[in-house]
């Protein structure tokens, strides 16, 4: 992942322009060897809590739907 990838993604998430700066800017000093800046971290942890795909919801959707079907039709 690269600059381009980590702006964009700052972008998707709507992150203020200053922040994501700051971002970029711990992504850079991380490349070159230096600990994980405090930006950065947050976005990381930003992505630790949003779903990977919408399985898991769609399946629970689904079991809801049978749900009030059967209820409907007794």
Partial sequence: MGEAEIANLCNEL???SAEAANIL???AMHKKGHAVGKHLVKLLCTLHILPISSA???RDFSQLNLHQTVDQSM
């Fill in 25 to 27: 800017l711990d992504f």
């Fill in 14 to 16: 709507s992150i203020e």
């Fill in 56 to 58: 898991a919801c769609e």
